[in-house]
């Protein structure tokens, strides 16, 4: 009763009880068994960090075509992947997969100190950093560290001066949206023909 997604791996399961085993070689870098030979060749390239497959739009190289043409649709917007619930598209089946458990509540990801569930490993690790401390993201700066990227981000604004975030009411500009937000909402006030 074992099912297969591929049939060379179905094929190859049954050579094993029929004694008709045609291919199998391990990885001589790292061991992993390959049962077929195409596999096996691939493998070996991120072994040998031969990047064969160049993107000619910006430069990303890849060693495995399945990978390389992953990315090309960032480039293309190739999103062949639709929700049957929604209709909104994915350029991955993972990230269609993903997605779905928006609609059915599966949290599958459990943080394993206080419990709390993520539809999302990546949610899931982020999350995690909270109980541990790490904080990965340090600013060349000033040293000050941030548990997500985008905090990091948002932090570079200061010693830049950039401030990306305008209101849309006065065009006051701020570094963080955060901030941004919160004197929208003071300026909608203020604006408003109940506040003369």
Known sequence: GKLFSQLRNYKYHR?????TKEFSARCPECGKIFNDKGYLSSHLKIHRDRKEYA??????RFNQRVAYNMHMRIHTGLKPHECPTCGKSFSRKMLLKQHQ??????????????????????????????HSGVKPYECNLCSKSFTKKHHLKTHMNFHTGLKPYSCE?????FSQSSNMRTHFKKCILKTSPQAS
Do not use: Q, W
């Open 55 to 60: 993107c000619p739009n910006c430069p990303k």
């Open 169 to 173: 009411k006065c065009g006051l500009s």
């Open 101 to 130: 458990r928006v609609h059915t509540g599966e949290r599958p990801y459990s943080c394993p100190e206080c419990g709390k569930s993520f539809a999302d490993r990546s949610n899931m690790s982020l999350h995690t950093r909270l």
């Open 15 to 19: 050579s094993i009880h029929e004694g």
